[in-house]
């Protein structure tokens, strides 16, 4: 049994807490928060060991009532993985700790690449993960990106990849974030960083985005096209898609015209906290003219990376190959749609 430490457990910690104890390989081995507040409160009921990852606010979970089983440090010091999901550029200031106590690391997408030895994606690039020391999960918007890029390359070849990034304001926890009532270039610059990022997984794929900020919290929203180095029909893509167990081809008698209708029907399908793992392409929207593919899909930002992390974990522990890893974390979570 692998025993991880999530260092961070906001909203891609904790889900990756509840992943991670699904799996029959591995355990938490404990969640660090630095302060006191409802998702401490549910760490503990869940049986998480909470540490403290502020060693001078750790008396702020005793007065909290919360019991602290340590500090961070000795998390750290006995997981066989760290799981870092702490806000951008935090994970930076912990890579320190974590070479320290010679423990193996991921961090997540809101990191600068140069700060671990591999950017990843299990469907893409799981090899060049294994045993690595250091590993960046790319962000929601790169992973929903690279798992339909894999495929088209590797079936029909990528000549270039344009995609325009709708994306969300904020998480639906959070409270302090916008657009409220209105629509932002951003960033205005062109491309956006988003390109460069998938290029981490890619290295030499030739992609533009372009990004906007909505005043919604449910999902991203990607309008993709896709020039392939040979003409093909949408219904071969629509084949090759459905093999993908993280792509779900939204079909048209579901009746779902946005996020709102793919929450809901996650929320109904029984989902945990309604989160959708898998990418959402409309089936209707799979186009192709001539050389070029087209599709919208919608993207879960708070829960796409989470099986991801899991996957993660079992390369950098050279637990499982890729195909052995995919196959458990979505039997596990449930994931295919
Ligand atoms: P979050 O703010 O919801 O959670 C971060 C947690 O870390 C909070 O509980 C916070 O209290 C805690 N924290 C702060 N400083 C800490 C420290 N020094 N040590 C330990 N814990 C600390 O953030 P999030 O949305 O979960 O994002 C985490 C990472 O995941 C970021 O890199 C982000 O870019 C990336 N990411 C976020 C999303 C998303 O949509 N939320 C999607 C994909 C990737």
């Known amino acids: 049994m692998q025993q991880v430490a999530i260092n961070g457990y906001g909203t891609i910690g904790k889900r990756v807490a509840d992943a991670v104890r699904q799996q029959p390989d591995m355990e ?116 929903g990106l690279s798992r339909v890029i894999a495929p088209l390359r590797e079936a029909y070849g990528v000549e270039k990849v344009r995609a325009t990034l709708v994306r969300r304001g904020g998480d639906p926890g959070q409270s302090d974030r916008g657009p409220i009532n209105d629509i932002l270039p951003n960033p205005v610059t062109i491309p956006s960083h988003h390109g460069p990022d998938v290029e981490t997984i890619f290295p030499d794929l030739d992609i533009d985005t372009l990004g906007m900020k909505v005043p919604a919290t449910q999902m991203h929203m990607h309008s993709l096209n896709v020039t392939l180095e040979e003409e093909v029909d949408a219904a071969d893509v629509r084949e090759l898609f459905a093999d993908e167990s993280r792509l779900f081809s939204i079909p048209e008698r579901m009746d779902i015209d946005g996020s709102g209708k793919l929450k809901e ?22 186009s192709t003219v001539g050389r070029d593919f087209y599709c919208f899909q919608a993207i879960h930002q708070e829960s796409d990376v989470v099986p991801e992390n899991v996957d993660a974990i079992r390369a950098v522990t050279g637990a499982a190959d890729a195909q052995e890893s995919i196959e458990t974390t979505d039997e596990t979570l449930g994931i295919g749609l």
């Open 28 to 143: 938490v081995l404990g969640v660090a928060k630095t302060r006191p507040n409802f998702e401490a409160e549910t760490a503990i009921e869940k049986g998480f060991p909470l540490y403290a990852a502020v060693e001078e606010r750790a008396e702020l979970f005793a007065e909290a009532g919360l019991e602290i089983a340590g500090p961070v440090e000795d998390l750290v010091a006995e997981a066989d993985v760290v799981v870092d999901a702490t806000p951008s550029g935090i994970g930076a200031q912990n890579k320190e700790l974590y070479e320290e106590y010679d423990t193996p690391a991921l961090y997540q997408g809101g990191e600068d690449a140069d700060l671990a030895e591999v950017s990843f994606n299990a469907r893409s690039n799981f090899e060049d993960a294994v045993d690595a020391d250091h590993v960046r999960v790319v962000s929601c918007n790169t992973t």
């Open 265 to 286: 029907y996650a929320l109904d399908a029984g989902r945990p906290r309604g989160d959708i793992w898998e990418n959402c392409i409309w089936e209707e929207s799979i």
